[in-house]
Structure formats: structure tokens, C-alpha cells
């Protein structure tokens, strides 16, 4: 159950947006189910980040054409997130600050990720960016942001996972709780994005 005890952001904290892009919005390639309505909520945050000069990371799927997770290669997934083209591009009404720091994963054929950190510089950028605990919301629920999560959790940041600024695949139905299930045995704590401070 989340706590309803509000939280104001503060030194220490970082956002760290998952996968909001395109592709994983109704009408991309591979559509995530109400992946929209993360959006006003992930605003609401960004703003809230933004005017404390907290540090905010997105990370994004950049994947070239012929990439091993495309069903082309054998791989599980329609072709999406392939890099420059306007699927991996973040939505248009996503509010990123100029100055927000962008973290490509899966970028070469032979090598997927579903964590943000996986072959990525993250941890470095986040420790250099001083951040300790990370407010996570994004796509999806059941894939990426439950790997990022993990790995987040394994390296020793205190995690807040965004209720309502996420949503799952559901390859299966029942994979995105199962996914929030897991992520709070982990220890992340789950929040709803209106208990965060304006
Ligand atoms: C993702 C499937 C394939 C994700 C990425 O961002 O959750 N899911 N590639
Ligand atoms: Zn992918």
C-alpha cells in the first residue's frame, strides 16, 4: 500500500524518467495500453524537479534497424525505438528541461537492455549528479522499468516507484502488478505521484 504522507523532493533525489517514447505511446509500434496518461502526472514531476534544480534522466530505447529483439531476428518484439526516427523520439508533450541528462540503451544489434543501466554510464551520471534516491516512473511497468528498478535497488538507491506513472505491456495479464509486486519486495516504495510536492 503506499503511504499517503506527502514528499517534497530535495537534495539527493533524482527523476528518472523510463522509456517514455513514442513507440511505446497508443499508436506506436509497440503501444503500451494508456501509456499516455503518464504524461500529465511525469509533467507535474518534471516541474517540480526542474524549479529545485533536481538533476532529471531519461532514459530511452535506441535501437538500430536490425536489432536482435526485433522479431525479424527471432527476437520477441515488433521492430520499435529504432534510433532518430520519430517512435524513439520522447513525445512532444513530454516536458523535458533542456538540461536533462539522456541515457541510449540496447544501441548496438547484438545487445539488449531493459534496464536503463545496462551497458549504460547511468550510475556514474546519477552518482555524479550526487543522487541517492530516485523518484521512477515510465514504460513499461513489466520491462524496463522493472529492470531499471532492480538493478537501481542492487546498486543501493533508495527507490520511489510513481503508481500512477507507470503501465504495463501485460504480455501476460497480471504481469505489471506482479512487476510492482516485486519491485516492492525489493524494497522500492510505492508512491502516487500526487503525494510528491508541487
Ligand atoms: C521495452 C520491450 C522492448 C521497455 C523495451 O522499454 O519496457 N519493452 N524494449
Ligand atoms: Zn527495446
Avoid at 506527502?6 to 539527493?12: E, F, N, Q
Avoid at 500529465?40 to 536482435?68: K, M, V
Wanted: with cysteine.
Amino acid at each position: 500500500m503506499p503511504s499517503d504522507a506527502p514528499t517534497t523532493p530535495r537534495a539527493g533525489d533524482a527523476l528518472l524518467l523510463v522509456d517514455v517514447q513514442n513507440d511505446f505511446l497508443p499508436g506506436g509500434n509497440l503501444a503500451v495500453s494508456h501509456g499516455d496518461e503518464i504524461i500529465p502526472p511525469l509533467n507535474r514531476l518534471i516541474q517540480s524537479f526542474s524549479r529545485r534544480s533536481l538533476p532529471i534522466f531519461a532514459t530511452r530505447d535506441w535501437h538500430p534497424p536490425q536489432h536482435c529483439s526485433f522479431h525479424e531476428q527471432a527476437g520477441p518484439w515488433p521492430p520499435h525505438c529504432v534510433a532518430g526516427t520519430q517512435g524513439a523520439a520522447f513525445p512532444a508533450n513530454l516536458a523535458l528541461p533542456h538540461d536533462t541528462a539522456i541515457v541510449s540503451k540496447a544501441t548496438t544489434v547484438d545487445q539488449d537492455a531493459y534496464s536503463g543501466f545496462g551497458g549504460t554510464e547511468l550510475h556514474y551520471q546519477l552518482r555524479g549528479a550526487g543522487a541517492r534516491r530516485l523518484f521512477v516512473g515510465g514504460l513499461a511497468t513489466d520491462y524496463c522499468v522493472l529492470n531499471t528498478v532492480r538493478d537501481a535497488v542492487a546498486k543501493g538507491y533508495e527507490v520511489l516507484l510513481l503508481t500512477d506513472a507507470v503501465r504495463a505491456v501485460d504480455v501476460q495479464p497480471g504481469d505489471g502488478d506482479r512487476a510492482v509486486d516485486e519491485m516492492q519486495k525489493l524494497g522500492a516504495s510505492l508512491i502516487a505521484s500526487a503525494q510528491v510536492a508541487d
